[in-house]
């Protein structure tokens, strides 16, 4: 649904001031960017499925960007508030699965 062509198109949209009733449409395609560079970060595929023409890279020492990714995304969640009362269990959920993707790279590095 929300995507890096979504976001663009969102911001493209803005700054030709079409967005007319909108006041938040640069601070909601900011989140759609973020949230898209953790979730692919998390959704990586191995070079051994060649059925993939565009193939993500996964998260290594290789490639410090899909860590650089992660780590924003859990400082930028980490600020995000809620109204008294209320609570939304992905706000929990995705950060802490990616904290724990982050704990078991960085563990398999030392081993390495």
């Known amino acids: ?9 969102m911001q493209t949209a803005g700054k030709a001031n079409l967005l007319i ?10 989140f759609i960017e973020r949230c898209n560079n953790a ?11 060649e059925k993939r023409l565009n193939m993500k890279r996964i998260l290594s020492g290789r490639n410090p960007q899909v860590e650089n990714y992660l780590i924003d995304f859990l400082h930028w969640t980490s ?5 008294l ?15 724990s993707i982050l704990n078991s790279f960085y563990d398999l590095k030392k081993l390495l």
Request: glycine content about 10%; hydrophobic content about 35%.
């Open 1 to 9: 649904m929300f995507g890096r062509r979504y976001a663009a198109e």
């Open 85 to 99: 009362g209320s609570h939304l269990d992905f706000l929990d959920g995705l950060p802490m699965t990616v904290s």
């Open 79 to 83: 600020k995000w508030k809620v109204p």
């Open 39 to 49: 979730i692919d970060g998390l959704n990586t595929l191995s070079n051994k499925d």
């Open 21 to 30: 009733g909108s006041k938040t449409w640069m601070e909601t395609s900011k």
